[in-house]
Every structure is written in C-alpha cells, then in structure tokens.
C-alpha cells in the first residue's frame, strides 16, 4: 500500500508576538523568508514551510477548536536536522 501522505508541506505555529518570534527564526535559523503579511511570516526550511501565525488569526484556521494560551505549556516541538546540536544550540 502507498503511503497517501507525500511529505509535510507546511506547519504552522501560533505566535502572541509575531515580530519578535520572526526575528528569532531569522537570527537563529537563517532561513529564507517566502511570504509575509501583518498575520503572518513564512520560512523555507528546505522542503517544509514554517508558517508563523499571529495567535489572534488562528480560530479563522483551527476553529472551532481553541488556540491554547502560552500558560498552557508547550504549543509546538519541532524536529531539525543539525550537524552540531551543541552550536545550534548556543545560538538559540
């Protein structure tokens, strides 16, 4: 059986401050950016589009579920592939 899934195309990620998480993700990860309006940001992560999103615009793609609040934990984890995890890290 073929696998219907091709890839993951895009994941967005929801955002209180969409500059300045858009500034982390152009100074730590230095990817190009691909789209942007006052919503949103988007990074090319070779394949797999890193959508920011203003919080505030999130029910309008998620609804009817809830955006979870920042005090909630953790909202996001994702998996890079890295030469030296130890650098990337000292960078973020």
């Not at 091709?6 to 300045?20: C, R």
């Not at 990074?43 to 203003?54: E, P, R, S």
Request: net charge negative; glycine share 8%.
């Amino acid at each position: 059986m073929t696998p219907w899934v091709q890839g993951i195309s895009a994941i967005t990620l929801f955002t209180d401050n969409l500059a300045e998480t858009k500034q982390f993700y152009q100074e730590v990860f230095g990817m190009p950016l691909v789209f942007e309006d006052a919503q949103s940001a988007a990074f090319d992560f070779g394949g797999t589009v890193i959508n920011l999103l203003a919080s505030t615009e999130a029910p309008g793609l998620i609804g009817p579920a809830p955006v979870a609040a920042q005090a909630d934990g953790s909202r996001v984890q994702l998996t890079l592939t890295v030469e030296d995890v130890d650098a990337v890290c000292a960078l973020a």
